[in-house]
């Protein structure tokens, strides 16, 4: 340690101009409070230079790290990054920089519940391009996962940054697919830590310390993509993953919806491994969204059928919960994409919400989607394009993007009309659908 006393107290000499002698580690009380006072007194007033010249003669007055606190090393990392940032002579740069290096080490040994500080020493190990990547990676693992969502982005960035440069770009080829399997698994946890830091801020009214979250998301994001780059990658991975999830419930639902939502991400939706992440999900909890969610898997992939049992098993387990509107909208869906128009009109029919609008367009297709076989005559059965009609406007009014003349040149002709008899401005009834429309 006293090579490191003397380099300390060398380097500062050179920097601040002034000729010091090396001092040992010996305890001396009066020339301690001494320099501990005047090394402080020019850190407030942001000298530098001098500062940490008398830090580093406190530090040998005072007996050395055995005899300092953390709050000691705190402020000389403060002073040292300072001097270290605006130092251009490369040979003092690195004179200074391990320094730090061996201050931040000072720090973990004082301040060991303190996880902030292997965060920091990783990410400026990172930074620096230093090659001691198993260090690295247990400082990381030693903090960011303690401190979780209270992790600082920065850190969160440059971690993911080193998992990807570092351990996967240099890994051989037969080691890649595991480092793979391990990256995926981290970028759900940080991106976690990342989305809980950014609700966190905005709830206290800090949306710029929210937007530096966000930020380091799409850093995140941004790195992923070059070792996922199709879903074949993913769901290589992912099936692996299907083989060793945790076995206790709530773990395990967790894990499969990060997986879910993972695969949402990259929209790997239409995927066999998403089906099989469903399935999975509805054994672990068979709740509303579980069903609801494999509806969707179904409909998207032309399973109309198949969706149309999902959807209504959520629509029965929801009840009149907050999801029922958007859970009865996608069931008329499926119903009407199966072709059972009637069941998709029926459906639609209770939707209300921002979904309202979009059911009611359903309803006017699927009454014209049976408009040639619903009625004895033909003039009836044209007359149920009026009622889609009263539909699409209905849709129109609460919002939906439709045409208000839609399937007006299906319905009844003017001499059709006089013809049967009829006169515009009375009502019809349609025996079919039990509703009423106006001819026109």
């Known amino acids: 340690m006293k090579l490191k006393h003397l380099f300390l107290t060398l380097v500062l000499a050179v920097l601040a101009n002034v000729n010091l002698n090396a001092q040992s580690a010996d305890y001396n009380k009066e020339d301690c409070d001494k320099y501990r006072s005047l090394y402080f007194q020019y850190l407030k007033q942001n000298m530098f230079r001098d500062a940490m ?30 001097l270290y940032s605006a130092e251009q002579d490369p040979k003092l740069k690195v004179g200074l920089r391990d320094t730090i290096y061996w201050i931040y080490e000072s720090l973990i040994v004082l301040d060991p519940a303190n996880p902030d500080w292997k965060a920091k020493y990783a990410t400026m190990l990172v930074t620096e391009e230093d090659t001691r990547y198993g260090k690295i990676d247990s400082l990381y693992q030693e903090s960011l996962h303690l401190q979780k969502t209270e992790a600082f982005y920065y850190d969160i960035r440059q971690y993911f940054k080193h998992l990807i440069v570092n351990k996967y770009n240099k890994a051989p080829d037969d080691k890649k697919e595991d480092i793979r399997s391990f990256i995926i698994e981290e970028y759900m946890l940080l991106s976690d830590y990342c989305s809980g830091a950014a609700a966190t801020k905005r709830a206290a009214a800090d949306e710029d310390g929210a937007k530096k979250y966000d930020d380091a998301q799409e850093f995140l994001d941004k790195y992923f993509l070059q070792i996922v780059t199709d879903c074949n990658v993913l769901v290589n991975v992912l099936d692996k993953k299907l ?11 967790n894990k499969v919806n990060s997986y879910l939502a993972l695969l949402d991400k990259k929209k790997c939706q239409s995927t066999p491994t998403y089906a099989k992440l469903l399935d999975t999900l509805i054994t672990i909890d068979p709740n509303a969204n579980a069903y609801y969610k494999t509806g969707i898997y179904y409909l998207s992939n032309d399973q109309a059928d198949k969706s149309v049992d999902y959807f209504q098993k959520a629509v029965d387990m929801e009840g009149a919960g907050a999801n029922k509107d958007e859970y009865l909208y996608n069931l008329a869906l499926s119903q009407y994409a199966a072709k059972k128009f009637r069941a998709a009109f029926n459906t639609a029919k209770l939707v209300e919400g921002a979904n309202k609008g979009k059911a009611l367009k359903i309803c006017g297709d699927a009454i014209a989607a049976t408009a040639n076989s619903c009625g004895e005559t033909t003039f009836e059965r044209k007359a149920n394009y009026w009622l889609a009609n009263d539909y699409y406007r209905k849709a129109a009014a609460s919002g939906a993007d439709v045409s208000t003349s839609k399937f007006l040149d299906n319905a009844p002709s003017d001499d059709e009309i006089f013809s049967e008899g009829k006169t515009k401005g009375s009502s019809i009834t349609l025996s079919c659908w039990g509703e009423s429309t106006t001819i026109r």
């Open 243 to 253: 083989t060793t999830l945790p076995q206790v419930k709530d773990a395990k639902s």
């Open 53 to 82: 010249t008398f830090w580093s003669m406190a530090y040998n007055y005072c007996g050395g790290i055995d005899s300092l606190d953390s709050k000691f090393f705190v402020n000389a990392r403060v002073g040292y990054m300072k």
